[in-house]
């Protein structure tokens, strides 16, 4: 056989690997769970029942790469109830400088919640304020938890105050629930292929 030709043969073999693979285009899937690509979020008003909280993205702020603050809508509207940070800095050895300055300044950290390989690190501090909120803080350094945001990140929140504002949600969910919607939260009890496989 010519060389060339069984050189050639080998490279359109490797080329043809590295080509993405697509579906046909009359099989292309737009829905999963229920949800369309392209509809408008309002066309799934029981969606709605879920969002005890509303957020805010913020991005470039003071050393920080992007935030989200989180506050409630029920119970005491407006109310700033968690900030998430994540830090410009993802470095280890930022996060490193960050848990001596924690640590100075509030002292130790009551609770460890990192994983024991090494991927994920928190250090979790708690109090109680002097209007007795009890508030948590979180440092956490991931290195590649792809569950978990990649680099720095600080956590304030109050637990109690987003249980509050979860428990009234519901209630007044619960209380404004037409016979229509709970024929509809029935409905999506229901498991089958129809929802769990894109269509």
């Not at 690997?17 to 392209?38: D, I, Q, R, Y």
């Not at 979020?41 to 991005?59: A, C, G, M, Q, R």
């Amino acid at each position: 056989m010519n060389r060339h030709l069984l050189t050639s043969g080998i490279i359109f073999l490797h080329l043809l690997f590295l080509l993405p693979v697509t579906g046909s285009a009359t099989n292309v899937p737009h829905e999963v769970g229920g949800f369309v690509l392209g509809s408008n979020v309002t066309d799934y008003p029981d969606i709605e029942h879920s969002n005890f909280l509303k957020e805010v993205v913020i991005y470039d702020w003071y050393g920080f790469d992007k935030g989200i603050i989180s506050y409630g809508v029920c119970e005491n509207p407006g109310e700033i109830v968690k900030i998430k940070f994540k830090y410009a800095d993802p470095s280890k050895k930022y996060f490193k400088l960050l848990l001596k300055k924690f640590k100075k300044k509030f002292g130790k950290p009551a609770e460890w919640k990192g994983d024991s390989f090494g991927i994920l690190h928190i250090w979790k501090w708690k109090f109680v304020d002097e209007n007795k909120n009890r508030v948590h803080l979180i440092l956490q350094h991931n290195t590649k938890n792809p569950n978990e945001n990649i680099g720095n990140m600080v956590k304030l929140f109050y637990p109690d105050n987003i249980a509050r504002e979860q428990a009234c949600f519901t209630r007044q969910c619960t209380m404004n629930i037409s016979s229509d919607d709970k024929e509809r939260l029935l409905q999506r009890k229901k498991t089958g292929w129809k929802y769990l496989i894109p269509n």
